[in-house]
């Protein structure tokens, strides 16, 4: 009964107030490095969505460029768009297959703005393109984040008009 | 109390540990957002450095189009088919960096881009490769003919050619981050082709590569007399040419084979008061217009007239300048006799010797008149024995030959090739006494005798007595000629008539599309500017509602369009330049032209400016015959159907043009005697008081305003008349400056005949590059 080692085994460990100052300490530490964590999601989201905008860039210039000059003067109302949510179908124009290609639901959270100038006005010879794509970045100053994209269409080849 | 205090110490090195992944954690995040800004950035850049390439490909489209295809081209003289490429190939010391060329770029980066900082640095333009487009033998520069009278042939200088390139650009284009810039280079490479898009043969206003099909022998004697229409030749006078490769026979029409009044008919000697026919290939009056179409010294007919004398008609006074320039021009020793009123001494010299020979035709209708209505639009005098040549000498005693004969095959150094490709025609020979107003026709001794002299006009007339001491020089001069003439020409002309027959039975070895040939077979035979055609297509079409239109409907051309099949069911203009080829033959859809087909004229100027087609139907059989199998040839005509159809067009077809009805009570498209006169082309008058209705020829006939070219003529299948107007209102034939017809084509001729088209398909593409500088 009177064994002092296991009289001192029994009285080592941490007493209330120690652990109640380890938590304080711990939480006190721990509390930047949450924000530390939170920051780098929110980063990693962003450069999530930045691929994401950049994947739209790439893929809507590439399709109006698919389009060639005469495809572009045809569809030169269609393909030219005021802020619309990035939904539906992949391809443009709307495919008409019905399992065809769609946006992810991820995708809803950007809008695209597409504006097509002619040059020059009269017989035309170019068109420039341009692409804006935004989006609602959380936590970021001004909420809504953008990026443009552009090219220029020109008429190569035989000429279909005067 | 004994404590350890590791509780502290734990929680620090947790806290610690934390700590560190915490911040690998927002580093790795941040490298991963930098990343993914600097993707954007990259595609961003290649967006912008891939229109601004564009944009300088649109640019060096247009330039090498117009003001630097002269550069271009005289680069590419020296440029072999293989080994040498065009000298310089960068070509940089006429191109410039292209970064001007790119506004739209630079303003859609200016007003677009809010960040980063992106600019276009250069532009860059390289040619890796400049060669001519190698279309077999019609490259080989011994194959393309070169008529006699020519050291060249008419594309020297290798200009004419058609030429392949690869040009690159190479455009760098920095985003600026902060105060790092980082370069990407892109690189896009396009083929461009530069076609000569003028006519074929365009010196002349019909070319016939093989003339007939020599294996079907009864053609040789028949093909150009038979079919209901004609083939009319509107040359322009001495200086069009024609070429007609033979042996073939053109028949000759005889007058007397028709009754007045009869709509085919023609002149009725016994009746002189019935005006010549249209056919009348006879001289019927004194006026230059009226020569033969025979040869010297066989005049077809000598008009009686009075002792006391005639009427002397100054036809050359009559003619305006530019005819007596014409007929002068390049003649036999630049001088053509007019046929004129012939002295009492010279009929008594003719007397005594021997009376004067005559010839007179066969047919009863003549349906390919090379010189036109009357012979009055002859085709340019090639001499028979050029001097240019070290294997020939120039003739000698009597005189040279002062006929006009139809251009044929020849091959520098082989004699046979020119001697055994002539064209003949076929007359009855008659011998006529006269002295004064006495005549008889001798109609023993072997005359009439059938004669195959190769087929000509004479222009030339017997020197006629100027006074008593010229006439007994003349007498002297006529008893020696007509010596030689009798003694020496005639048995020539027998034996090139014999000539002619023997080749009925063995059919001299001629080039056709057979396999097995070689080049040293057909040396001097292609027509220049002809060429391997789908080889020069820049864009590959159904049929003629795919042809580029502009707003009005009007065709758009702009190089070589290779078309499935070709049919027209109205009428067409185009404007540009541009080749039409077709080279297949659909029985169910062929190649048919149904309206007029007209240049572009300009509603202030009317003028149609440089617009040209070619017009080009080479077909291919799809049902495993061969392209010269005879049934074919006899089928893959190209159609033209109605009666009031012009073509302004050079105009290609491999085995000729089908057109009219074969039905003999239908005369649809084929003139009538009066229909001439109607026309404005009174054959009793000199051509400078002609007045020819051109609107009336196109509205009721078959017009090609432009060239004629084919391989076979297939004159059989022409039931109705076709006309064939050497254009002399294109700048790619004639030259309004100086009145001529063009046959040495200078720089800016072959700069207005080429055309230059960018493939829109991408032939090397490359992006690299992002690199902080």
């Known amino acids: ?162 | 109390m004994n404590r350890r205090g590791f509780g502290y110490i734990t929680a620090v090195l947790i806290l610690g540990l934390f700590s560190f992944m915490g911040l690998f954690l927002v580093q790795s995040s941040s490298t991963e957002y930098s990343q993914a800004a600097m993707s954007c950035y990259a595609t961003m850049a290649q967006q912008l450095a891939e229109a601004a390439t564009d944009e300088a490909f649109l640019a060096i489209e247009k330039e090498l189009k117009g003001a630097k295809m002269g550069p271009l081209l005289k680069q590419g003289e020296t440029a072999t088919l293989k080994g040498i490429t065009g000298l310089n190939p960068r070509l940089l010391d006429i191109l410039p960096d292209y970064k001007v060329a790119a506004a739209q770029t630079t303003g859609l980066i200016i007003t677009h881009f809010s960040r980063p900082a992106i600019e276009v640095v250069s532009i860059l333009p390289t040619i890796t490769d400049f060669r001519p487009i190698d279309h077999g033998w019609f490259t080989v520069d011994e194959c393309i003919y070169r008529p006699k009278d020519r050291q060249y042939a008419f594309d020297r200088d290798n200009k004419g050619r058609d030429y392949l390139l690869s040009i690159g650009f190479s455009t760098k284009v920095a985003v600026k981050l902060g105060s790092r810039k980082h370069v990407f280079q892109y690189q896009l490479t396009r083929d461009m082709k530069v076609i000569n898009v003028a006519p074929i043969a365009r010196a002349y206003s019909m070319f016939s590569c093989l003339g007939i099909d020599l294996r079907q022998q009864d053609d040789i004697y028949n093909d150009l007399n038979r079919g209901k229409g004609r083939l009319i030749l509107w040359n322009i006078p001495f200086q069009s040419r024609v070429y007609f490769h033979g042996p073939a026979v053109i028949g000759v029409e005889n007058p007397d084979r028709f009754e007045p009044g009869d709509e085919d008919g023609a002149y009725v000697i016994n009746k002189p008061s019935v005006f010549p026919g249209f056919n009348q290939a006879f001289q019927y009056d004194d006026t230059y217009a009226g020569i033969s179409y025979v040869p010297y010294p066989g005049r077809a007919l000598w008009q009686k007239r009075s002792i006391f004398g005639g009427t002397h008609k100054n036809d050359l006074g009559k003619m305006t300048a530019d005819e007596q320039r014409m007929f002068k021009h390049n003649t036999y020793v630049n001088k053509g006799f007019l046929p004129r009123y012939q002295s009492r001494w010279s009929d008594l010299s003719d007397y005594f010797n021997f009376g004067k020979e005559f010839v007179r035709g066969t047919y009863r209708k003549q349906v390919f008149l090379p010189a036109g209505p009357y012979c009055r639009t002859p085709w340019r005098f090639v001499g028979e024995r050029p001097a240019n040549w070290n294997n020939q000498t120039a003739d000698g005693w009597p005189h040279p030959s002062g006929d006009l004969k139809l251009e044929h095959r020849f091959v520098p150094g082989d004699n046979n090739v020119s001697d055994n490709s002539k064209i003949y025609t076929e007359l009855k020979r008659h011998r006529l006494y006269q002295a004064l107003t006495f005549a008889s026709t001798q109609k023993f001794g072997g005359y009439p005798q059938t004669v195959n002299p190769e087929f000509s006009l004479t222009f030339g007339n017997p020197h006629d007595a100027e006074g008593i001491l010229d006439g007994f020089l003349i007498l002297t001069e006529n008893v020696f000629k007509t010596f030689w003439e009798t003694v020496v020409v005639v048995p020539r002309m027998l034996f090139i008539g014999g000539e002619a027959l023997v080749r009925l039975i063995v059919p001299r070895k001629d080039p056709t599309l057979a396999a097995g040939v070689d080049y040293t077979q057909v040396k001097n035979f292609f027509p220049n500017n002809f060429k391997n055609f789908p080889k020069a297509a820049v864009v590959k079409l159904r049929d003629v509602s795919q042809i580029p239109k502009d707003d009005q409907g009007f065709w758009i051309l702009d190089g070589l369009y290779w078309l499935d099949t070709f049919q027209t069911t109205g009428p067409v203009v185009y404007k540009g330049k541009g080749v039409i080829f077709v080279g297949d033959y659909v029985p169910a859809r062929p190649f048919t032209i149904g309206g007029n087909i007209l240049r572009y004229r300009d509603p202030a100027t009317k003028s149609p400016g440089d617009n040209h087609l070619t017009l080009v139907y080479y077909p291919f059989p799809g049902d495993g015959r061969l392209p010269d199998d005879p049934g074919f040839l006899n089928e893959c005509q190209a159609i033209v159907q109605g009666k009031g159809v012009t073509i302004e067009a050079s105009f290609f077809s491999f085995a000729g043009i089908r057109c009219g009805s074969t039905d003999v009570t239908n005369n649809d498209g084929c003139f009538s005697e009066m229909d001439f006169t109607t026309y404005g082309m009174n054959p009793n008058a000199p051509t400078a008081d002609w007045n020819v209705n051109f609107k009336g020829i196109y509205d009721n006939a078959i017009s090609i305003c432009g060239n004629y070219v084919n391989y076979f003529v297939k004159k059989h299948r022409m039931n109705s008349d076709v006309w064939v107007f050497h254009d002399n209102t294109n700048p790619f034939y004639y030259d309004k400056a100086t009145n001529r017809m063009k046959e040495e084509y200078t720089d800016a001729d072959e700069i207005m005949a080429h055309t230059a088209h960018l493939s829109p398909k991408i032939q090397h593409l490359a992006f690299s590059g992002g690199g902080g500088e």
Do not use: C
Request: no cysteine.
């Open chain 1, 1 to 162: 009964m009177n064994d002092p080692i296991r009289m001192k085994r029994r009285i080592s460990g941490f007493s209330t107030p120690e652990m109640l100052m380890t938590i304080v300490v711990f939480s006190f530490g721990l509390l930047p490095l949450i924000m530390l964590f939170q920051k780098s999601h929110k980063v990693t989201a962003q450069a999530k969505n930045l691929m994401v905008a950049q994947t739209l860039g790439r893929s809507k210039i590439d399709e109006i460029r698919a389009y060639g000059f005469e495809g572009v003067k045809k569809n030169l109302s269609r393909l030219a768009h005021s802020w619309k949510q990035v939904e539906g179908d992949l391809v443009i124009p709307e495919s008409t297959d019905p399992k065809g290609v769609k946006f992810p639901p991820y995708y809803k959270r950007f809008e695209t703005m597409v504006s097509i100038t002619p040059y020059p006005v009269e017989n035309p010879e170019k068109f420039t393109v341009g692409l804006n794509v935004r989006w609602i970045e959380a936590g970021r100053e001004g909420g809504t984040f953008s990026l443009q994209f552009g090219t220029v269409i020109v008429k190569l080849g035989a000429k279909y008009g005067p």
